[in-house]
Each structure stands twice: as structure tokens, then as C-alpha cells.
């Protein structure tokens, strides 16, 4: 039988599914982790939220930096999000009338050593753009991949969502933007370049009736794996650490490092922040900022390699 605590996460990542029509990564995320949560109470003979305390939630959050034999110790950052999800548990309770108090309130994350996003140079994009065969229906679905993912500075999440009609519409008007919806559901319309569209195109044309052969059941996906079916977060992350490889690049590279790659270049063209914000579907221009740290690192560095009286 489960545990009121337990009822209460179940009924927590409810709302978060219906109500505020969280992502299944989202839900997934925080499952993990309020069940984490739940465990641990257990452990401490916490079975009811009124009981949990402060201390609790303090305690819950320094476990998750220390390894134990039985699991090993998060990240900051890891540990941050679970605090995240903990927080907003207590706080649906307490305003759903399930608690009086709120024992998360009062905790704060740990501090964060603060990391600069890793953008790949214009050049080690383009190698990476230049790998993909054309000959290949593969080969156009991956190029069609990284040019929407460096093109639109999309997150991988956005761009496998994207359906067949939704490109359609966009290649049939020049001018044309990319709707995508973000975090939370949050609509934004971005550019497509010329390189995208063509990418697009050539996939559409010449490589995605291939792969939809293969299923008996047609799917409106834009981008398809090998039966025919939408392509997953896992496999197109393959299909870019495979690509990093072929083209001899000797940097770690993910769905993300394009999308800063994209920030990053149009800061160092001239871009405003702001716009970059709007493209890249922040919610604060203080989370696009960080962008601005990077490319003043860049010029740092180009200026104590190349100038005389440098150093």
C-alpha cells in the first residue's frame, strides 16, 4: 500500500502532467527524483508530508552530493533540480490544502561553479555539416537534423517534434518562420536559413520516402529512424556523436553544443542579446547573458594570442 507521501507525488506528477502539460522529460525527470525523495524519507520514518521538516529537506539535499554504495553522488547542477522538484511538491501541497506548512521553502540550492556553455568554432560546425552523404536516404536525414539543430539554435526536443506539414508550409513561403514550442509549451517563431531549407528539401524529396517504407503505419514525423517511425532524443544524439567522429573532431559534442553554437556565433556577428533571447526561447535575457561571457572569453583569447605586447 502506498504511503501518504507516496500518494502525494503521484497526485503531484498528475497536475504536473494535465494541469500545467509538462514534457514527458519533465515528468520523467521529476519522477525520479521525488521518488528519491520518497525513499529517503522512508529511510528517516517519514511517511506522512506534515512531518517532514526543514532539516529533512536540508538533509535530503546533502545526501545527493555524497556517494554512498548504494548511489552514487549527484551533480550541483542534478542536485539543484531534484531540490527543484521537492520544492514545488511541498508547495503544491500546501496549496492544494493537503499540508500546513511548507518545509521546502527555506531551503536553497548548492552553489554552482559557473560554466561557461562549450561552443564548437564556425569551422568545426561546418566539417561537422559537411559529413553527412548525401547519397544516402541517412545521409540527408542527418544533415537535415544538424542543419535545423545549427540553423534555428532549436533544442533536440523541438526539432524531433516537428511534423512533415509544419516544414512544408514553411519551405512553400521564403519567408516564412519555424513555429516551435519551447519549456512550457512556450511558442516561438524562428528564421530557416537557405542551408536548412535545402536540407530540408533534399530529405523530403529524396530521402524520407525511403525510410517511411518501412512502416505499415505512416508516421507525420519529419525526421524518421530506420522502421519508418519518428526519430528518439537517443538516436539523433547518436547520429550527432557519430558525425563528431567522422569528422575527426576531437571536442565532446552534443544536441546542446550546436544550440550554443548558434548563440554564441550570432553574439560574435553582431546580434543582440535580446534577439538571441527571442530565439532562443528563454524566458529571461539573464539566461542568454551567459552567452555574452563566452564570446568576451573569445576575444580575450584571441587578443593574449595574437597581439605583440600581450602578455
Do not use: C
Not at 502525494?8 to 521525488?34: F, K, M, N, W
Not at 555524497?66 to 553522488?73: D, G, I, R
Not at 521537492?86 to 500546513?100: N, P
Not at 528563454?282 to 551567459?290: P, Y
Request: avoid cysteine.
Amino acid at each position: 500500500m502506498a504511503t501518504p507521501v507516496e500518494r502525494l507525488i503521484r497526485s503531484y506528477l498528475d497536475h504536473l502532467a494535465v494541469e500545467r502539460g509538462a514534457s514527458p522529460h519533465t515528468q520523467a525527470g521529476y519522477g525520479r527524483d521525488l521518488r528519491r525523495y520518497a525513499g529517503f524519507l522512508t529511510g528517516r520514518g517519514i511517511t506522512d508530508p506534515e512531518s517532514v521538516t526543514e532539516a529533512d529537506v536540508a538533509a535530503f539535499v546533502a545526501e545527493l552530493q555524497t556517494a554512498k554504495e548504494t548511489s552514487a553522488a549527484l551533480s550541483v547542477a542534478s542536485a539543484s533540480r531534484a531540490l527543484a522538484a521537492v520544492r514545488s511538491l511541498h508547495a503544491f501541497a500546501v496549496r492544494d490544502g493537503l499540508t500546513v506548512a511548507d518545509p521546502a521553502a527555506g531551503v536553497h540550492p548548492p552553489k554552482a561553479v559557473r560554466r561557461l556553455p562549450k561552443a564548437l568554432s564556425v569551422d568545426q560546425v561546418q566539417a561537422l555539416l559537411d559529413t553527412p552523404d548525401p547519397n544516402t536516404a541517412t545521409g540527408l536525414r542527418d544533415a537535415a537534423l544538424l542543419e535545423l539543430l545549427y540553423g534555428t539554435g532549436a533544442r533536440i526536443s523541438e526539432v524531433i517534434a516537428l511534423d512533415v506539414d509544419e516544414l512544408t508550409s514553411v519551405l512553400a513561403e521564403p519567408d516564412a518562420g519555424l513555429r516551435l514550442f519551447g519549456k512550457g509549451r512556450k511558442e516561438r517563431i524562428v528564421p530557416v536559413g537557405s542551408y536548412a531549407r535545402a536540407a530540408v528539401e533534399a530529405w523530403l524529396v529524396r530521402g524520407r520516402p525511403q525510410l517511411a517504407q518501412a512502416s505499415t503505419r505512416p508516421s507525420p514525423a519529419l525526421l524518421l529512424n530506420a522502421k519508418g517511425q519518428r526519430l528518439s532524443r537517443q538516436s539523433a544524439w547518436q547520429i550527432l556523436q557519430k558525425t563528431a567522429v567522422a569528422a575527426h573532431l576531437d571536442v565532446e559534442v552534443s544536441p546542446h553544443t550546436l544550440r550554443h553554437s548558434f548563440a554564441t556565433h550570432l553574439l560574435d556577428g553582431g546580434a543582440d542579446v535580446r534577439v538571441v533571447q527571442e530565439l532562443l526561447g528563454h524566458a529571461s535575457v539573464t539566461t542568454t547573458q551567459i552567452y555574452t561571457l563566452v564570446t568576451a572569453e573569445h576575444l580575450r583569447e584571441v587578443f593574449l594570442t595574437s597581439h605583440p605586447r600581450a602578455r
